[in-house]
């Protein structure tokens, strides 16, 4: 078992290279189960949830591949199985996007349901609401979902859930339309960039989407698509979570290819808190030397503030002069990081879907435990300015997520090494 070792109090200085978004790239390596040939995608993060989805991929006759640059070559080799297996997606929620592909081009798709996880339950009615929509067949067999349809027939569909939209299932209904006959139009639509990507990799193979960013989607379903070269957006998370480094250590960061028309809603946020965030020439600066201002966030769907930074952020807030709020509106139980955080001294109390952190002018160091993959990303940047050490157990979670942290913080001045514990 892999553990960090953070030592707090280094500022941060320097380039940090932003890599692929990890909810980009899963979709679209899901997506290639649609097309007919070779896929080739740039920019696709070196994680171990992209390694999962290649598992998957595998089991599902999708062959995938790095060449010397690291770009991903992906071919269906084998359509016969459309059985993505409880044991695989256990492992990776992610993996209910190979539920579209499966149902609109092998007419079955039997998946595991995924279960809750760290950050709470993790529905998908959404998902088989939005695929029945289209004509599927649903039947629940033994914790799988079972979808058939002979064909699939464009129809219009409203996704909005008690959450607001939803982000994967947006792209599984996405998905599957474009092999349907005729129109589907998704109302309550989710507007992440991610899937913006995936629609602009389909399209490129062939598909007729248009709306994607916005709250209604319109596509035409074509009768085959064809796979294409297509390079993965910059992870808006983590470059996110790289600016609340800079923030946090009153440091001084440039996030190379970070684009800041994604994440508004977080400069807005660290603006008000009193952190410099301006365009950069090759992406975003983010520079502080002061105290930090008390703010209120409340998460919502994009283009509202992620509930991938929610943790991050709360550890930035610990420091702030004053009292701050932050109101988790879309997993209202993402909050396993607050006895973490108050482990090492901050103030923060929780009240149903509501934290109160209470400014303190200093964190201290301590073992924690990641709990899941943010939450271990907030704990990491807790240490950067903890006084002392700060051992953060169970590395694996932001392996998941993240392009060797560890490496990528020590180059720009943190003093952060993974150890191996017996
Ligand atoms: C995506 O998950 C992301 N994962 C998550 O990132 C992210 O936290 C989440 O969107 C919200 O932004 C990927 O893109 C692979 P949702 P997803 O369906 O699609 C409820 C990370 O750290 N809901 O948008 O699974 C659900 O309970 C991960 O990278 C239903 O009620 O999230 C939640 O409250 C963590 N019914 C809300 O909607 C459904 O059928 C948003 O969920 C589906 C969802």
Redesign the pocket.
């Known amino acids: 078992m892999q553990h960090f070792e953070v030592i707090g109090g280094n500022r941060l200085k320097g380039e940090i290279n932003i890599s692929g978004a ?2 980009a790239a ?2 679209i390596m899901a997506a290639t189960i649609l097309v007919e040939g070779e896929t080739v995608l740039h920019n696709v993060p070196d994680l171990a949830d992209v390694r999962q989805m290649q598992t998957l991929l595998a089991r599902l006759g999708v062959k995938s591949r790095r060449d010397d640059e690291g770009a991903m070559h992906l071919t269906v080799e084998d359509e016969m199985n459309a059985h993505a297996e409880y044991e695989l997606v256990s492992k990776m ?2 993996s209910v ?1 190979v539920m579209g592909p499966l149902l609109a081009k092998r007419k079955r798709a039997q998946v595991a349901m995924p279960g809750g996880c760290a ?9 088989i609401q939005g695929l029945r929509a289209l004509g599927a067949d649903f039947e629940l067999v033994n914790g799988d979902v079972l979808l058939r349809a002979k064909r699939l027939t464009g129809s219009d569909i409203f996704l909005g ?9 947006t792209a599984n209904v996405m998905m599957a339309a474009t092999l349907a006959v005729g129109r589907t139009v998704i109302t309550s639509a ?1 507007c ?1 960039p ?1 899937l913006v990507d995936l629609a602009e990799y389909l399209n490129a193979c062939g598909a007729c989407i248009s709306g994607y960013g916005t709250p209604e989607i319109v596509i035409e379903g074509v009768l085959s698509l064809r796979g294409t070269e297509h390079r993965v957006i910059p992870d808006r ?1 983590e470059a996110g979570t790289f600016l609340i480094a800079g923030a946090i250590t009153n440091g001084d960061l440039e996030l190379i290819g970070a684009r800041i028309e994604h994440m508004r809603a977080v400069v807005d946020r660290l603006r008000c808190v009193g952190v410099i965030v301006e365009r950069g020439e090759k992406g975003i600066a983010v520079s502080s030397s002061r105290r930090l201002e008390p703010v209120m966030i409340t998460t919502q ?1 994009y283009p509202g503030f ?3 930074l929610q943790a991050q952020a709360m550890a930035l807030l610990c420091l702030a002069d004053g009292n701050s709020v932050i109101t988790e509106k ?2 209202p139980d993402r909050f396993l990081h607050v006895g973490e955080l108050n482990r090492m001294g901050a103030h923060l109390r929780k009240e149903g879907p509501t934290v109160i952190i209470e400014g303190i002018k200093r964190l201290v160091g301590a073992p924690v435990m990641a709990s ?3 939450a271990s990303a907030g704990l990491i940047l807790a240490g950067l300015i903890a006084k002392g050490t700060t051992l953060v157990h169970r590395a694996y979670h932001i392996d998941r ?1 993240y392009e060797r942290i560890e490496e990528k913080l020590a180059r720009v001045g943190a003093n952060i090494r993974r150890v191996d514990a017996p």
């Open positions: 990890k909810n899963l979709p929620r992610a996007c950050i709470g339950d993790r529905p998908i009615g959404l998902h859930g008690p959450f607001g939209s939803s982000v994967t299932a989710a992440e991610e998370i769907p992620p509930t991938d879309i997993y899941d993959l943010r997520g």
